[in-house]
C-alpha cells in the first residue's frame, strides 16, 4: 500500500505541524503536546468546547476549531484515544474561568481517558462538565452506542451556543439535546490500512460491502453483496427513520459523509437518492451536507446521519462557524 | 519476601521484551475482535516503562507508581487508563510495605477493583478482569507459588476464547467475538507469568 507519509511512528506530529502551518492565524499548537488550541484561547468569558479522540478521522477533530465551534482539540495515535495528560492540557489552554465541556465520543478508551483528564482538572478546580455522542444506531443497546459522525453536529450547535455566551450547563444541555435527536449509520465498501503495520483493519472481500460499520472498521450489522448507491441508500433510511420519532411538522438536517476513500461525486449520487426517499415520505430537510467530516483513514463507504431539529437547534446550526472544516 | 526494588524492575523489563516479542500477535487478537492496537500500544508504552526504570528507586511502591504514570501517559486506547490504574493501584497497595505474599495478593485485590471500576466491567465479560480475577483468588488461597501463579493465568486467559464481549470494543461483534482470546486477557496473562518467571528464578 503506498501512503503519503514518512516515518509512520511521526506521523501523528507531522500531520498536526501541518495543520497549524495551514492555518497559522486560526490555530496554534501547545508545545510538546498532541493538542491544538484556538489562537486566540482561552477565549474570555466563554465555555470553552474540546472535543478529541484516535487521529484517522480527519477532518476530525482539529478541522472543526474555529469561532462557533471547538476551542481545542486532543489527538491520539491512530485510532487510539488520547491520554488524560494530553486533554488535561487541552483543558487548561482552553479555560477561561467558565468551564470546559468535553465533547466525548462513546467508545472505552475515550470514555476512560478524558474522565481521568476531567479528575485531574477537579484537581485543579477547573470546571468541566461531559457529554457522550452515540449516534450509531448499528448498535442495538442505546447505551452501547458509538459516536461516529453525528459529534459534528454536536461541535457545531453546542460550539454555537457557547459563542453566543451560554453558561457551562446550558452548553452541555444543547449538546445532550443534539446527542438525543441525532442518529447515524455507516456502509464500508473497503478497509482502511493502518499506517503502522500496513495491514488492512478488517476483512472485506471484493464483491462485498458491510452495514452498520463504526469508524475504526468495527463489525457492523451484517455483510452484504455490493449493492447500487440507491439500494445502500434506501437500506440505511429504512434502518434510520424509525429511530427518528418525527412528527408530520418536524425538519431534520441531513449529513452524507465520506469514510475517506469515497469521491464525492459518488456521495452526491448517494446524496440524491436519500433527498428523494425523503420527500417521498413527506420528512422535510432544512438542511444538508454532503463531504467528508468524520473519516476512516481510506476507507471506502459513507455514512448517513439525520439530526430532528427544533427553532433553537436550527438557529444554531446556521450560526456562523470559522472551522476550516465546518465553515459557515 | 516476594519482591524487592530490583525484582520487580526486572519483571516490568522483562514484560517489555515480551511485548515487543507478541506485539504483532497481540495486535492480530485485537484486529479479529476490536481495532487491532493493543500490541502497538502496549509495546510502545511498556518500552517507555522500561526506558524510565534505569533511576534509583526506594522502594517497590515508587517503581509501581513510576510504571503507572508512564503507562497513563504512554499507551493511550483504553488499555492506558487500565493498566495505569491496576498500576497505580499496586503501589498504593504496598506503599512502606514488603512485599510478601499477603501484600501482593492485596495489590492484586487492588488493582482488579480499579480496573472493574475504571472499565465499568464484571468477571465473564471476556476482558482482563477475567484474568485478574482468577489470579486474586488463586492468590487468597494462601502459599504462594510462581508455577500455579503461572498457570492459572495461562488457564484464565484460555478461558477468555469461548466468552461473549459485551464491553470494550469486542462487544460490537457479538457473538462474532467467540472463538476469539481477549487480547487484554493475553497481555495480563503475559504480566503475571513474566512475574512468575522472575520469582521462579529468584527462588
Not at chain 1, 491544538?36 to 468546547?49: F, I, N, Q, Y
Not at chain 1, 443534539?178 to 472481500?205: W, Y
Not at chain 2, 507508581?65 to 503507562?71: L, S
Request: glycine letters at 10%; hydrophobic letters at 40%.
Amino acid at each position: 500500500m503506498k501512503k503519503l507519509i514518512n516515518d509512520p511512528e511521526q506521523i501523528i506530529d507531522e500531520m498536526l505541524d501541518g495543520i497549524v502551518a495551514g492555518s497559522p492565524d486560526d490555530v496554534r499548537r501547545l508545545e510538546d503536546t498532541t493538542v491544538l488550541v484556538r489562537k486566540d484561547a482561552p477565549v474570555e468569558g466563554k465555555v470553552a468546547l474540546i472535543s478529541g479522540g484516535g487521529s484517522g478521522h480527519e477532518p476530525a477533530h482539529a478541522g472543526y476549531i474555529g469561532k462557533g465551534m471547538l476551542d481545542g482539540a486532543v489527538s491520539g495515535e491512530v485510532f487510539t484515544s488520547p491520554t488524560p495528560d494530553q486533554v488535561f492540557e487541552a483543558i487548561k489552554a482552553t479555560d477561561s474561568g467558565q468551564g470546559v465541556l468535553l465533547v466525548i465520543k462513546n467508545y472505552s478508551g475515550d470514555v476512560m481517558n478524558f474522565d481521568m483528564a476531567a479528575e485531574l482538572a477537579e484537581s485543579e478546580d477547573i470546571k468541566t462538565a461531559q457529554v457522550i455522542v452515540r449516534d450509531d444506531i448499528a448498535v442495538d443497546d442505546p447505551e452501547s452506542r458509538r459516536g461516529v459522525a453525528g459529534t459534528i453536529f454536536v461541535h457545531k450547535i453546542a460550539g454555537a451556543k457557547a459563542e453566543a455566551g451560554a453558561s457551562l450547563e446550558d452548553v452541555q444541555q444543547t449538546a445532550q439535546k443534539v446527542i438525543d435527536n441525532t442518529r447515524t449509520m455507516g456502509v464500508a465498501l473497503s478497509p482502511c490500512i493502518m499506517p503502522t503495520s500496513g495491514e488492512p483493519g478488517f476483512e472485506l472481500a471484493d464483491d462485498e460491502i458491510e452495514l452498520g460499520i463504526g469508524i475504526h472498521g468495527e463489525a457492523g450489522i451484517e455483510k452484504r453483496k455490493h449493492m447500487t448507491a440507491d439500494e445502500i441508500a434506501t437500506e440505511l433510511l429504512e434502518r434510520l427513520l424509525p429511530e427518528m420519532d418525527l412528527a408530520d411538522s418536524d425538519e431534520i438536517a441531513v449529513m452524507v459523509n465520506g469514510m475517506g476513500a469515497t469521491p464525492e461525486m459518488e456521495l452526491n449520487v448517494f446524496n440524491r437518492k436519500v433527498q428523494s426517499l425523503l420527500a417521498e415520505k413527506g420528512v422535510k430537510v432544512y438542511d444538508t451536507t454532503v463531504g467528508n467530516f468524520m473519516t476512516s483513514l481510506e476507507m471506502a463507504g459513507c455514512s448517513l446521519t439525520l439530526l430532528k431539529l427544533d427553532d433553537e437547534l436550527k438557529e444554531l446550526l446556521d450560526a456562523p462557524s470559522s472551522a476550516p472544516a465546518f465553515k459557515k | 519476601m516476594l519482591i524487592g526494588v530490583e525484582e520487580t524492575i526486572q519483571w516490568l523489563k522483562n514484560y517489555n521484551d515480551k511485548l515487543s516479542e507478541q506485539k504483532d500477535y497481540l495486535s492480530q487478537l485485537d484486529r479479529a475482535i476490536g481495532d487491532g492496537d493493543h500490541g502497538i500500544n502496549m509495546a510502545r508504552g511498556f518500552q517507555q516503562v522500561a526506558d524510565s526504570l534505569d533511576d534509583d528507586f526506594d522502594d517497590v511502591s515508587t517503581v509501581l507508581k513510576k510504571t503507572a504514570t508512564t503507562v497513563m501517559s504512554k499507551v493511550g486506547g483504553a488499555s492506558g487508563p487500565l493498566y495505569g490504574t491496576a498500576f497505580l493501584k499496586m503501589s498504593m497497595a504496598c506503599k512502606g510495605k514488603e512485599v510478601d505474599a499477603g501484600v501482593f495478593a492485596e495489590m492484586v485485590e487492588a488493582a482488579l477493583g480499579g480496573i472493574k471500576q475504571r472499565g465499568k466491567s464484571e468477571e465473564g465479560e471476556k476482558t482482563m478482569v477475567d484474568v485478574w480475577s482468577p489470579v486474586l483468588d488463586m492468590l487468597r488461597e494462601g502459599e504462594f507459588d510462581a508455577e500455579r501463579l503461572k498457570k492459572t493465568a495461562e488457564d484464565a486467559m484460555q478461558n477468555t476464547e469461548d466468552m461473549t464481549a459485551t464491553k470494550g470494543r469486542a462487544s460490537y461483534f457479538k457473538e462474532r467475538s467467540q472463538g476469539n482470546l481477549d487480547p487484554g486477557a493475553v497481555s495480563s496473562y503475559y504480566l503475571f507469568a513474566e512475574l512468575a518467571d522472575v520469582i521462579g528464578k529468584g527462588a
